[in-house]
């Protein structure tokens, strides 16, 4: 048991920041020697990973589970902040409980926490009192007065049952959370009885007040809709040990060990993944200086409007070079700083500031900077983010205005890792990475998009590390580690012996997925999982294969429509189905119908305009209107269906009527030309489609989940917006709950369900969605490899443990934290 004094207790202290009030502990926890140094950047770096927020003005910092060697013996400091700090957005701290657990000894202490936070007269003493024994006593639990005598029995529960807590430490934090997590996925009400306290099953502060210790007994009791399920499902979470010493790091599945060094090391947040070795340096952008008056307002507005569109010309070209490198979605960002950048009212407002006698620059900087602190001043967190973006958008500018040719960042001509406070989407864009090896800023996140520029890269990069970085001295040989968020920047030689091996051992393993691309996504628990491709044209369809591909799950055939004036012949939709059925020599090929409108437009169709294309005639409901297309394209379909495996999957399917319509157009030309039976599918990408899974089970043999349009449908953003885009994350909750639904409702009518877009191809979104019971996935041909490695990698159990964390979550980047 841990012996708390005085010497551990803060009181009346100040904070400005959150990073500050860290500190402030750490610093106490240091001085009662409890944990080295390095574990206090170990618990800032943590903070920049997951909120320790406990509730009701109390937080509970701690340091990252692979610094635990810095921890010298199990401490707690308490620091009392009586003004309060801001910790998150809504979210004020006014006592600062730092943890360095070492063993379990500290957990009495947490769960005697847990008794104060719906107490709110307790926590206004603690954060008010001049008595350090008054703090010592409730964390002690002293005087906690006694549960009471009896409790609700299991009167009105439809199910019960009584389990053992074998997890080493009994119900702590960590099983607590995996409790929590497993009940909240059910619609069940659930309690848990421990002697005569009661607790309610969904809430983590709740369970952690039951105090239960190892090898005790509870009674898990649940009513209400899929009670019987959430107790099975609740009984296999305690007999798998509630994920006890693994639950922080279950689901991260290393593809090798985890570089450890003897070195020591300065933790960030790992940005992109890979290994670097290189000499440091500091990127600092080239100092802009200019007069503050100019004498002539009209020629500095035209020198304004000049550098706007100088500026507006270069994000094009970078948009372009970057969409033809990496992709549309990583030069989306690009797209959203033209929008900033052609803000009528922002201009303007830069204008207006030149007259009688500022400089364009002096206006222009003006005008960024009040804009940019508009927004750090929402409580949005998305939007108060976008200053980066403005204040990027604004520098551009400002070099056209000031900066001579040539006077750009000047970044050396041999491999280093780089150095900075933070580096915007464009200074990344930039970057050679036969140059750039690396980089570490001392700001940022995983989820920036200089993160994502980062990863299209293939650069190596390690955000949020602290501003220590910045008095690094260049030169100097350094290792970054992008996967676990580490820099290194006095390696031994026995250091980068090791890190040069670290590097050979992940080249060897990519060599290794692509050599083992062939064998099946069996997981170790013996179940399979489908893994095929998209394509887009016949050509596609031997690379597939070529990559591992079991088949094709998703055809475009829109290849056939687009960049023509007329539309294709029978015979040349019959010819090109036919080359793909060849290659593919008997493995399935999912043919797509015509998926035209929304984001797809056809001249030569003569569609009307319409003021949201994505909610109009699009999918299916052009094929409807214009059956000569469909029809033509069906008799191609089943031509070709006489000589390989094929399926027919219509697109864009809302309404059961649309569903039935587009059959009876396939059965009526099935029946003219004698055609093959085929298996019939649809895609769910609207959010009607899920809440009537059960009701096109019984019409379909199969559903394929476009989780691009089921995503923007769900959450209202265009996933092709400038600013909206990076918030359309597939692995939001809601569209994982989506998901999860079609695959209860299949399962009604023993229906299976395929997931075709962009979620399946990352690897996190593969094993969640196996988890969830999707049992086919069609990804990009180049995901293929790594995909099936990671899926062959780990059990059912564990992908099914996972899919319920995610689904527990509340945001996108909780499920990637996961």
């Given at each position: 048991?841990?012996?708390?004094?005085?010497?551990?207790?803060?009181?009346k202290?100040?904070?400005?920041?959150?990073?500050?009030?860290i500190?402030?502990?750490?610093?106490?926890l240091?001085?009662?020697?409890?944990?080295?140094?390095?574990?206090?950047?170990?618990?800032?770096?943590?903070?920049?990973?997951?909120?320790?927020?406990?509730g009701?003005?109390?937080?509970?910092?701690?340091?990252?589970?692979?610094?635990?060697?810095?921890?010298?013996?199990?401490?707690?400091?308490?620091?009392?902040?009586?003004?309060?700090?801001?910790?998150?957005?809504?979210?004020?701290?006014?006592?600062?409980?730092a943890i360095?657990?070492k063993?379990?000894?500290?957990?009495?202490?947490?769960t005697?926490?847990?008794?104060v936070?719906?107490?709110?007269?307790?926590?206004?003493?603690?954060?008010?009192?001049?008595?350090?024994?008054?703090?010592?006593?409730?964390?002690?639990?002293?005087?906690?007065?006694?549960?009471?005598?009896?409790?609700?029995?299991?009167?009105?529960?439809?199910?019960?049952?009584?389990?053992?807590?074998?997890?080493?430490?009994?119900?702590?934090?960590?099983?607590?959370?995996?409790?929590?997590?497993?009940?909240?996925?059910?619609?069940?009400?659930?309690?848990?009885?421990?002697?005569?306290?009661?607790?309610?099953?969904?809430?983590?502060?709740?369970?952690?007040?039951?105090?239960?210790?190892?090898?005790?007994?509870?009674?898990?009791?649940?009513?209400?809709?899929?009670?019987?399920?959430?107790?099975?499902?609740?009984?296999?979470?305690?007999?798998?040990?509630?994920?006890?010493?693994?639950?922080?790091?279950?689901?991260?599945?290393?593809?090798?060990?985890?570089?450890?060094?003897?070195?020591?090391?300065?933790?960030?947040?790992?940005?992109?993944?890979?290994l670097?070795?290189?000499?440091?340096?500091?990127?600092?952008?080239?100092?802009?200086?200019?007069?503050?008056?100019?004498?002539?307002?009209?020629?500095?507005?035209?020198?304004?409007?000049?550098?706007?569109?100088?500026?507006?010309?270069?994000?094009?070209?970078?948009?372009?070079?970057?969409?033809?490198?990496?992709?549309?979605?990583?030069?989306?960002?690009?797209?959203a700083?033209?929008?900033f950048?052609?803000?009528?009212?922002?201009?303007?407002?830069?204008?207006?500031?030149?007259?009688?006698?500022?400089?364009?620059?002096?206006?222009?900087?003006?005008?960024?900077?009040?804009?940019?602190?508009?927004?750090?001043a929402?409580?949005?967190p998305?939007?108060?983010?976008?200053?980066?973006?403005?204040?990027?958008?604004?520098?551009?500018?400002?070099?056209?205005?000031?900066?001579?040719?040539g006077?750009?960042?000047?970044?050396?001509?041999?491999?280093?890792?780089?150095?900075?406070?933070?580096?915007?989407?464009?200074?990344?864009?930039?970057?050679?990475?036969?140059?750039?090896?690396?980089?570490?800023?001392?700001?940022?996140?995983?989820?920036?998009?200089?993160?994502?520029?980062?990863?299209?890269?293939?650069?190596?990069?390690?955000?949020?590390?602290?501003p220590?970085?910045?008095?690094?001295?260049?030169?100097?040989?350094?290792?970054?580690?992008?996967?676990?968020?580490?820099?290194?920047?006095?390696?031994?030689?026995?250091?980068i012996?090791?890190?040069?091996?670290?590097?050979?051992?992940?080249?060897?393993?990519?060599?290794?997925?692509?050599?083992?691309?062939?064998?099946?996504?069996?997981?170790?628990?013996?179940?399979?999982?489908?893994?095929?491709?998209?394509?887009?044209?016949?050509?596609?369809?031997?690379?597939?294969?070529?990559?591992?591909?079991?088949?094709?799950?998703?055809?475009?055939?829109?290849?056939?429509?687009?960049?023509?004036?007329?539309?294709?012949?029978?015979?040349?939709?019959?010819?090109?189905?036919?080359?793909?059925?060849?290659?593919?020599?008997?493995?399935?090929?999912?043919?797509?119908?015509?998926?035209?409108?929304?984001?797809?437009?056809?001249?030569y169709?003569?569609?009307?305009?319409?003021?949201?294309?994505?909610?109009?005639?699009?999918?299916?409901?052009?094929?409807?209107?214009?059956?000569?297309?469909?029809?033509?394209?069906?008799?191609?379909?089943?031509?070709?269906?006489?000589?390989?495996?094929?399926?027919?999957?219509?697109?864009?399917?809302?309404?059961?009527?649309?569903?039935?319509?587009?059959?009876?157009?396939?059965?009526?030309?099935?029946?003219?030309?004698?055609?093959?039976?085929?298996?019939?599918?649809?895609?769910?990408?609207?959010?009607?489609?899920?809440?009537?899974?059960?009701?096109?089970?019984?019409?379909?043999?199969?559903?394929?989940?476009?989780?691009?349009?089921?995503?923007?449908?769900?959450?209202?953003?265009?996933?092709?917006?400038?600013?909206?885009?990076?918030?359309?994350?597939?692995?939001?909750?809601?569209?994982?709950?989506?998901?999860?639904?079609?695959?209860?409702?299949?399962?009604?009518?023993?229906k299976?369900?395929?997931?075709?877009?962009?979620?399946?191809?990352?690897?996190?979104?593969?094993?969640?969605?196996?988890?969830?019971?999707?049992?086919?996935?069609?990804?990009?041909?180049?995901?293929?490899?790594?995909?099936?490695?990671?899926?062959?990698?780990?059990?059912?159990?564990?992908?099914?443990?996972?899919?319920?964390?995610?689904?527990?979550?509340?945001?996108?980047?909780?499920?990637?934290?996961?």
């Open positions: 048991m841990i012996n708390l004094t005085p010497g551990d207790i803060q009181l202290a100040r904070a400005h920041s959150k990073p500050e009030a500190r402030l502990a750490g610093e106490r240091l001085a009662t020697g409890h944990i080295q140094p390095g574990y206090v950047e170990s618990m800032l770096a943590r903070e920049a990973q997951a909120n320790t927020y406990l009701n003005g109390i937080a509970i910092p701690h340091g990252q589970p692979q610094q635990r060697e810095l921890i010298l013996s199990t401490g707690i400091a308490v620091v009392q902040l009586p003004a309060g700090v801001d910790w998150n957005p809504g979210e004020t701290v006014r006592l600062v409980v360095a657990a063993s379990d000894e500290h957990l009495q202490i947490l005697n926490l847990t008794h936070l719906d107490d709110p007269a307790t926590v206004e003493r603690l954060v008010t009192t001049d008595d350090p024994q008054l703090i010592i006593d409730q964390l002690m639990g002293q005087g906690r007065p006694a549960p009471p005598a009896s409790a609700p029995d299991t009167d009105g529960f439809d199910h019960y049952a009584d389990v053992i807590i074998d997890a080493p430490t009994g119900l702590h934090a960590r099983p607590a959370s995996v409790f929590a997590d497993v009940a909240k996925s059910f619609q069940a009400e659930v309690q848990v009885r421990y002697g005569d306290q009661v607790a309610n099953g969904k809430s983590l502060m709740s369970l952690l007040k039951l105090g239960v210790e190892k090898d005790a007994q509870v009674r898990l009791m649940t009513r209400g809709q899929d009670a019987a399920q959430a107790l099975t499902a609740l009984q296999q979470a305690v007999a798998a040990g509630l994920e006890e010493e693994a639950a922080e790091a279950t689901w991260v599945i290393p593809e090798v060990p985890p570089l450890t060094l003897g070195s020591q090391g300065i933790a960030g947040v790992a940005a992109s993944p890979g670097a070795i290189a000499p440091l340096h500091h990127f600092r952008r080239t100092q802009l200086d200019f007069a503050k008056t100019a004498s002539d307002p009209e020629a500095e507005q035209g020198r304004l409007q000049a550098a706007i569109a100088t500026a507006d010309q270069a994000l094009a070209d970078l948009y372009t070079t970057v969409k033809a490198r990496s992709g549309q979605a990583e030069a989306a960002i690009f797209q700083h033209r929008q950048l052609a803000d009528p009212e922002l201009q303007q407002a830069a204008l207006d500031r030149i007259p009688p006698h500022h400089s364009a620059p002096w206006a222009w900087q003006q005008t960024i900077e009040a804009r940019a602190q508009e927004l750090e929402l409580a949005d998305v939007l108060s983010g976008r200053a980066a973006d403005v204040r990027d958008v604004g520098q551009r500018v400002l070099t056209a205005l000031v900066a001579p040719a006077t750009d960042q000047q970044l050396p001509d041999h491999p280093v890792i780089l150095l900075a406070d933070d580096l915007a989407p464009s200074d990344t864009a930039g970057l050679d990475p036969e140059r750039i090896l690396g980089f570490c800023t001392a700001a940022g996140g995983a989820t920036s998009h200089t993160a994502i520029m980062a990863r299209s890269l293939n650069i190596p990069a390690v955000a949020g590390a602290g220590a970085i910045l008095d690094l001295a260049p030169g100097q040989t350094a290792i970054l580690d992008g996967d676990s968020g580490q820099l290194y920047p006095q390696p031994t030689a026995a250091d012996a090791q890190a040069r091996q670290a590097q050979t051992e992940r080249a060897a393993l990519r060599d290794v997925e692509h050599h083992r691309r062939f064998q099946p996504a069996l997981t170790t628990d013996g179940h399979r999982i489908e893994v095929v491709a998209n394509i887009g044209g016949p050509e596609e369809a031997a690379l597939a294969i070529a990559a591992g591909a079991e088949g094709v799950g998703l055809l475009r055939t829109e290849f056939l429509f687009l960049n023509r004036s007329t539309p294709p012949s029978e015979t040349e939709q019959i010819r090109a189905l036919q080359q793909m059925t060849q290659a593919l020599n008997g493995l399935p090929l999912i043919v797509r119908t015509l998926d035209i409108g929304g984001d797809k437009q056809v001249p169709l003569n569609q009307p305009p319409e003021e949201n294309p994505f909610l109009g005639i699009r999918g299916v409901r052009l094929c409807l209107q214009r059956t000569d297309l469909f029809e033509t394209q069906l008799r191609a379909i089943l031509q070709a269906a006489h000589q390989g495996y094929i399926r027919v999957m219509f697109p864009m399917i809302a309404t059961l009527e649309d569903l039935r319509a587009a059959k009876a157009v396939l059965a009526s030309v099935r029946d003219a030309i004698a055609g093959p039976p085929v298996e019939i599918g649809m895609m769910v990408e609207v959010p009607s489609a899920v809440l009537l899974a059960a009701e096109f089970a019984q019409e379909v043999d199969f559903f394929s989940v476009g989780t691009n349009d089921l995503t923007q449908y769900l959450l209202a953003m265009d996933r092709g917006h400038p600013t909206l885009a990076k918030q359309a994350d597939a692995l939001h909750p809601a569209v994982l709950r989506a998901i999860h639904q079609t695959v209860q409702g299949a399962a009604t009518a023993g299976w369900v395929g997931v075709c877009g962009g979620l399946a191809g990352d690897p996190l979104g593969a094993s969640i969605l196996a988890g969830l019971g999707v049992q086919e996935l069609s990804l990009d041909v180049p995901s293929i490899p790594q995909v099936k490695a990671r899926l062959r990698s780990t059990s059912m159990a564990n992908l099914r443990r996972l899919a319920q964390q995610a689904l527990a979550c509340g945001t996108a980047e909780e499920v990637r934290q996961l």
